[in-house]
């Protein structure tokens, strides 16, 4: 009798024990599970972005203090991406956060943030012909960023620590190459362009290579997604330059951040 007891105490002992191993195992299988939009993006913003799906805000101060950045294991790297502004430049910081319901993988995710040859579907409104055009008019991966050919999208598995490269035909600054690096955990990921080339407006050649940083952080949650995208110049002053550069970065930040949402 007393065996028997003991066999069956035993028996659903370990039964419990097996389940609640079983139970912890699947929740640590997916942590956004446990991380909601509001934990991620903070009390002060939740209820405008839930309700907007969208929030903007832009910077011309040059110090660098990001107002919209979430709660993110790559905030510290977002931050120290912030371009070092020189004595007597134009500086322009673009912040975009937004909401989506209904949430993907990041694996998915970082499949779309490296299928560049499809960022030629942004369409974006250029204040000078004063109509919506294609952003880019060709956007591919290269070797290296001293190549102009163009090469398969690598986007295929983990991305964590890998370095590629592509070139834009932008359509008003002109073919321009970028660095793209990308860091990837389990539940967020950040891509990261740089510029390799210099840029401007025309002949104007304003931003300088490593003058331009884009960062686009993707996060995971139990009750949907959050992108948010900040981007960084330091531009020279030149007479005009000003206006339509922060009119240009502006259409076209919006524009690829709302195309990179849609994709989600």
């Given at each position: 009798?007393?065996?028997?007891?003991?066999?069956?105490?035993?028996?659903?002992?370990?039964?419990?024990?097996?389940?609640m191993?079983g139970?912890?195992?699947?929740?640590?299988?997916?942590?956004?599970?446990?991380?909601?939009?509001?934990?991620?993006?903070g009390?002060?913003y939740?209820?405008?972005?839930?309700?907007?799906?969208?929030?903007?805000?832009?910077?011309?101060?040059?110090?660098g203090?990001?107002?919209?950045?979430?709660?993110?294991?790559?905030?510290?790297?977002?931050?120290?991406?912030l371009?070092?502004?020189?004595?007597?430049?134009?500086?322009?910081?673009?912040?975009?956060?937004?909401?989506?319901?209904?949430?993907?993988?990041?694996?998915?995710?970082?499949?779309?943030?490296?299928?560049?040859?499809?960022?030629?579907?942004?369409n974006y409104?250029?204040?000078?012909?004063?109509?919506?055009?294609?952003?880019?008019?060709?956007?591919?991966?290269?070797?290296?960023?001293?190549?102009?050919?163009a090469?398969?999208?690598?986007?295929?598995?983990?991305?964590?620590?890998?370095t590629?490269?592509?070139?834009?035909?932008?359509?008003?600054?002109?073919?321009?190459?970028?660095?793209?690096?990308y860091?990837?955990s389990?539940?967020?990921l950040?891509t990261?362009?740089t510029?390799?080339?210099?840029?401007?407006?025309?002949?104007?050649?304003?931003?300088?290579?490593q003058?331009?940083?884009?960062?686009?952080?993707?996060?995971?949650?139990?009750?949907?997604?959050v992108?948010?995208?900040?981007?960084?110049?330091?531009?020279?002053?030149?007479?005009?330059?000003?206006?339509?550069?922060?009119?240009?970065?502006?259409?076209?930040?919006?524009?690829?951040s709302?195309?990179?949402?849609?994709?989600?």
């Amino acid at each position: 009798m007393k065996r028997s007891v003991f066999l069956f105490t035993t028996t659903l002992l370990l039964g419990v024990c097996s389940n609640m191993f079983g139970q912890n195992r699947a929740a640590g299988s997916n942590p956004a599970s446990t991380i909601s939009v509001q934990e991620v993006v903070g009390d002060k913003y939740y209820s405008q972005l839930i309700k907007d799906g969208k929030i903007v805000l832009t910077h011309e101060d040059g110090k660098g203090n990001l107002k919209l950045i979430p709660q993110s294991v790559y905030a510290g790297t977002i931050k120290s991406n912030l371009i070092e502004k020189k004595p007597k430049h134009f500086y322009y910081t673009y912040e975009a956060l937004y909401y989506l319901p209904k949430p993907i993988t990041v694996q998915k995710s970082s499949e779309i943030a490296r299928s560049i040859s499809k960022m030629t579907e942004i369409n974006y409104y250029s204040n000078t012909r004063r109509k919506v055009i294609p952003l880019y008019k060709k956007a591919f991966m290269i070797d290296n960023e001293k190549s102009t050919v163009a090469i398969a999208d690598n986007n295929a598995g983990n991305c964590d620590g890998k370095t590629y490269y592509c070139l834009m035909d932008d359509a008003s600054f002109g073919e321009t190459r970028y660095q793209l690096t990308y860091s990837q955990s389990e539940r967020e990921l950040l891509t990261v362009f740089t510029n390799t080339d210099d840029l401007g407006l025309g002949p104007i050649r304003a931003i300088m290579p490593q003058d331009l940083v884009i960062n686009l952080l993707i996060q995971e949650c139990g009750d949907g997604m959050v992108v948010y995208l900040c981007a960084d110049l330091d531009s020279k002053k030149m007479p005009g330059v000003r206006g339509k550069i922060t009119e240009s970065m502006t259409a076209r930040m919006d524009a690829i951040s709302g195309w990179f949402a849609s994709k989600m």
